[in-house]
């Protein structure tokens, strides 16, 4: 069974193909084509998935969507289904038109739509998955539980913005939903660009500003007082009078009654005050309160212990590591792409397992599923530009040296993560140990405000010494943020937070082999079982894919080293 999945038209549009419930190749459209975040259709991701995987389009038995257009066939619309503009909207029109006939419980109970177009004897068989369902899948069916209660947060789906299931085995049972522009992800977006940020683009570093306030809970009570409120079965409500969002004609995503509540909103160009500072915490803090209490009831209405949680709201690694102990459950699982990237593979495990009925399922241990280059290749391209370079047997040795004399260096292994976030194979990596590396990396590699942290990443087996777990052992996906003890902050400043925390990332021998020999290696030298560890790549760009990407980026910054494969090359 080959299923091909797509994500279109949402934030980073991304395919996945999947043989036999198990991904074989996948990426994001941004790493191919160079545009950050982009939307467009992705072809170049589903070129290489095929290459990869050795198929050819013919070869695929679906191709799944993680946009559900039948949704839209809830209420008959003679204006589009009677009157088409062109002939292709009989594809609407036809099936709009004859679903009137039905009544209104199975009109309210449009999960999917399968489509079968016939060409030249060839069957093109796609399936539509609503939106929250596939990010409800792509949080589920990947994770080690047998039945866990599901919460899916972002902006918007087709109609939804929150949805509450409880997954079991190879089932997804949706609960209930709340609908757009009750919108957890819209709120945190809309307080985004109030602080001068880019909304659904830049809402970490609001969580990094949060992490800076030190005062009162001024903001917070004004939050509570007129922003939202909790409403009965873990339901909330959100003063609209504050957000426009919703009405796509206006130039912001809030009104200027929330001027008149905050005070002027911030910009870009301005100085970060304390009061930006505040706001920032009073977001995160009436985010997570409203969090728990969906969480609270949800527990209540399944008494599962295992939750998944995904879809955009939930890259809010702050929150995500205060969970289990917010909330009954007990144990938590996220994707490394909880977001719209996610939805492709969402889309088609949704398909493979709820609709075909297939119960075999493969728990996510890696997300290394995007394109890789050996050696010979590698060599190749370097040749290509006339780069001077040399050979190591030992890299991992050798890249550990590096970090320890406090060199920048860009590490580029194996096969491209999926998702937001390198976790070992397109990174930059740097020494913890220099309170000044943090400072360096930003201005020097990244390009970006001097506030925001740098992720650490753990040997597995070393990581409950350095931070304060729940009782989960294994952060492997960089997904959650966890407090680090005191006694161990002064030992690795450059990626300790100014509150003490910091986004793990757990590494396993079993996950990423030469990675976790590079860290042992880096800890046989200094002690330490941690190096600095964040995406390869400059501010406004996407995560390198190819040689050509890591060179290009390489000589465009302030690293040091660059180290391809076995490959090592300096500056000079």
């Not at 912001?252 to 509540?261: A, D, P, Q, S, Y």
Request: glycine share 6%; aromatic share 12%.
């Amino acid at each position: 069974m080959k299923i091909l999945g797509i994500n279109h038209d949402m934030y980073i549009s991304s395919a996945v193909l999947m043989e036999n419930g198990k991904i074989a190749a996948g990426g994001a459209e941004e790493r191919f084509i160079r545009e950050k975040q982009t939307r467009n259709f992705p072809s170049h991701a589903i070129e290489f998935c095929l290459k990869k995987s050795g198929n050819i389009i013919k070869d695929i038995d679906y191709i799944t969507s993680s946009w559900n257009p039948g949704v839209y066939l809830k209420n008959y619309n003679p204006l589009f289904s009677d009157k088409r503009r062109w002939k292709a909207e009989h594809l609407f029109s036809v099936p709009d038109n004859i679903f009137k006939l039905f009544d209104e419980k199975t009109k309210n109970s449009i999960d999917h739509v399968e489509q079968t177009i016939f060409m030249d004897n060839t069957c093109c068989r796609l399936v539509y998955v609503t939106h929250h369902l596939a990010h409800a899948a792509n949080g589920f069916f990947p994770s080690p539980f047998e039945t866990a209660a599901i919460l899916t947060a972002d902006a918007q789906g087709e109609l939804e913005a929150t949805t509450f299931c409880l997954g079991k085995g190879n089932k997804i049972n949706k609960i209930k939903s709340i609908d757009y522009p009750q919108s957890m992800g819209a709120f945190y977006s809309t307080i985004t660009e109030y602080l001068g940020f880019r909304p659904n683009s830049d809402e970490w570093k609001v969580m990094a500003l949060a992490g800076f306030h030190k005062g009162g809970d001024e903001y917070y009570k004004k939050f509570k007082e007129n922003l939202f409120s909790l409403q009965p079965d873990g339901e909330y409500e959100f003063d609209l009078t504050y957000f426009q969002g919703y009405n796509h004609e206006q130039p912001h995503l809030f009104t200027e009654k929330l001027v008149r509540l905050l005070g002027p909103a911030h910009s870009p160009r301005a100085p970060v005050e304390d009061r930006h500072y505040a706001i920032a915490a009073a977001l995160q803090q009436s985010s997570e309160e409203i969090a728990v209490h969906m969480l609270n009831w949800l527990y209540k209405e399944t008494q599962c212990k295992s939750l998944c949680l995904s879809g955009g709201f939930f890259m809010n690694s702050v929150f995500n590591g205060r969970v289990l102990s917010l909330t009954p459950f007990e144990d938590l699982f996220i994707s490394p792409c909880p977001d719209d990237s996610g939805n492709s593979i969402g889309a088609a495990l949704y398909l493979h397992h709820h609709i075909l009925g297939n119960t075999k399922r493969h728990a996510l241990t890696h997300n290394f599923f995007g394109p890789e280059y050996s050696d010979r290749e590698i060599e190749s391209v370097i040749n290509k530009f006339g780069i001077r370079y040399r050979v190591e047997q030992n890299i991992e040795k050798a890249c550990a040296e590096f970090i320890a004399e406090g060199k920048l260096v860009g590490w580029f292994q194996g096969r491209m993560e999926f998702g937001q976030r390198a976790l070992g194979n397109r990174s930059i990596l740097a020494d913890p140990r220099d309170p000044s590396t943090k400072d360096k990396v930003n201005m020097a590699v990244k390009f970006r405000e001097s506030f925001r942290p740098f992720a650490p990443a753990v040997l597995e087996e070393d990581a409950k010494d350095y931070f304060k777990f729940g009782p989960n052992s294994s952060v492997p996906f960089m997904e959650k943020v966890y407090m680090i003890p005191e006694d161990k902050r002064a030992q690795i400043p450059a990626v300790t937070h100014v509150d003490g925390s910091g986004r793990l990332q757990t590494v396993s021998k079993a996950a990423n082999p030469r990675f976790h020999k590079m860290i042992c290696e880096f800890k046989a030298l200094t002690g330490l079982p941690i190096v600095l560890n964040t995406s390869f790549n400059l501010n406004g760009e996407a995560i390198v894919c190819t040689p050509e990407d890591a060179l290009r980026t390489f000589f465009s910054c302030g690293l040091d080293i660059l180290i391809m494969g076995q490959h090592i090359i300096t500056k000079g």
